[in-house]
């Protein structure tokens, strides 16, 4: 039974627990809800919660849980076949998975019988041609052992499936009528039905701290992966930066952070100015009708994908340029393609970012600073410069922070704005790249996944995202600075 | 009332007047907050606004400075002359005015700023010090006038923030008294005083007297009587009535002034 069907069926019987939960309540106090400790929703929810987190939380345990281990069940069965052909185990599992997936999709379009299934051999029939007109094509023929880790595979995960499906249903009636047996007029539904609020808070939570640390942890190793196949002080100090998919790259990080730091340093210097003053208009000298025109205009900026801006770059920013410093005018460029017109068409994208924060931090500033300020005979401008951009620096610093990781990990403007050249030059007019524009190009080849040109990727993304990482942390740092010395 | 303001303009001469409003109305958007007023406020005294809450006392005195541009709903119509000069004219800069006429706000508002900073503010934008010697001494001297000078002398560089809510209104005090004003408008400045904090900002306010006008809003009658010689009496935005601080304390001709100031209504 798929999941999505138990889920409806927990959730039905949690609405029935929550009205049955509620009658008994009211009926055990014999309709005066005075009597009873709590609200009458409560003894519903109480009910109603204790159907749904255990069953579910078991349900999501077990579909994660269940793969891994009837994987290994199977593993005896493949794992001499894998080393006689020389093949990694987790290719060969990848393929018993597949021929599973087929004959479950064979199985489903009434190509074969469920017993067929299970009675297959590659001796007696085309299990290629099979799977194939169940839409399930296969690369090559499939092996003996391989089919019979699959019908295993398929036997396991059944009668898994079935033991879960019972088990979760189990639980979620046995939970609910738990919750409706404790309905007394004096039960504290109310305390514990806070209690079963703070356990999904903290669960939604753990998801989320637990995704994060799967993300670093996955780009750890496959970073020392990296590093086992390649120096890490090359990747660190070399100054070259040149893949070759035969092998013999040199992999130097350097270009590449030079690349991306140019770029965002441009970025930076063209959206700080203009973002900051115009938050400053929009919060102090705009009237409100220009205001309220004005900052959702600015806003769209933000809306725009960066791949508008990437075409706006290649298309009509980097000609422009040319025509000023290429070779018909200063002659400082070569190509439409540079760090210049990358960092000018960020620096624009950038430009809401700062804006639009440092304009709810600004109008945060309280009113009674402005009125102080002025009432002892100070300027508008004297105002903001000497009272609210010092008081709404930290949150300003911010935002800036913020820009500059949004800057340092973008990719498709680089791509085609900067062009692809790998180079550490002092001429903004020059092509060159950044990192995140590298992974892209490492993980679109048709490299092994194994080989050091393919996993230096993860070690360029987990280099940035050390780096994006210390901003926040400067972040945090300079906002606590500051507001320990203002308030 | 309007008897009273023109009864008084018979009595001093023209010269004494400082500040005379005339047929002063505040709106904010529909709100009718301030109504009719006309007063006469004499230069080298002290006069005390009182009222019950929400008679628009911040109100009005926020209109002598012109504070209230800085509110979008706020109206104003009617007259108000500095120095016999229409303040609401068209060529007149409210920055200015602003510096002329100073302002101690109802609740404290200390800038994120150091104290000495705090001070300085209005000097340095005006210009009023020509070396860093120049500014130490007025920075102090203000401090000192404000009775807070002690308190602080060791932690200039402290932010203002930091202080308590009384150290926080003196440090305004301070603030504004520094800037050298004219007139100085004062809405509530004792509200969150200690008796001594309070007696010595009295006596500040007593000196000011010497070569400023001073305007107070408190609600304390005892405090009205001590520093003012003139007080105004406003209830639900209506000046009920303007007279020195001794008749209307001793002998009110409103019967709203009376039971105000004896406490049945408030
Ligand atoms: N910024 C504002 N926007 C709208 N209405 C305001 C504003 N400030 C004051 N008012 C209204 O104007 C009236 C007078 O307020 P005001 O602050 O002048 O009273 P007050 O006499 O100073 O009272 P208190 O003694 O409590 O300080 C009140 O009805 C108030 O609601
Ligand atoms: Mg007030």
Redesign the interface.
Known sequence: MPAFWIVLIVLGIAVAGFVLGRSRALNAVIGDRRDLHSLPNYYGWNAALKGVVPALGLLAIWLILQPMLIERAVTGLVSEQAIAEERDLGLVLADVRRVAAGLDAAVAQGLLSGDAARDLSTASDDIRATLATAGVALGSDVQPAVLAAAQRFRVLSGQAGLVMVALVLAISAGGTLYGLREVRPDFRARNVVEQGIRAILIGAACIAILTTVGIVLSLVFNTIEFFRLYPAADFFFSTTWSPSFGGGSELGILPLLWGTLYISLIALLVAVPIGLFAAVYLSEYATKRVRSVAKPAIEILAGIPTIVYGLFALLTVGPLLMKVFGDDGLGWMQAGTAVMTAGLVMGIMLIPFVSSLSDDIINAVPQALRDGSYGLGATQSETIRQVILPAALPGIVGAILLAASRAIGETMIVVLGAGAAARMELNPFEAMTTVTAKIVSQLTGDADFASPEALVAFALGMTLFVITLGLNVLALYIVRKYREQYE | MYDTASRLEGQVSATDIKIAARDVQVFYGDNHAIKDVSVDIQDKTVTAFIGPSGCGKSTFLRCL?R?ND?I?IARIEGEILIDGEDIYDKRVDP??????V??V?Q?P?????SIFDNVA??PK??GLSKTRADLDDIVERALRRAALWDEVKDRLTA?G?GLSGGQQQRL?IA??VA?EPEVLLMDEPCSALDPIATGQVEELIDELRQDYSVVIVTHSMQQAARVSQKTAFFHLGSLVEYDTTDKIFTNPQDSRTESYITGRIG
């Open positions: 400075n504070m800085t979008d920055v200015q005015l602003r510096a002329k100073g302002m706000f609740k508002n200390p800038f994120p700023k503010y209005g934008i005006h932010p923030t305004c603030r504004a800037t």
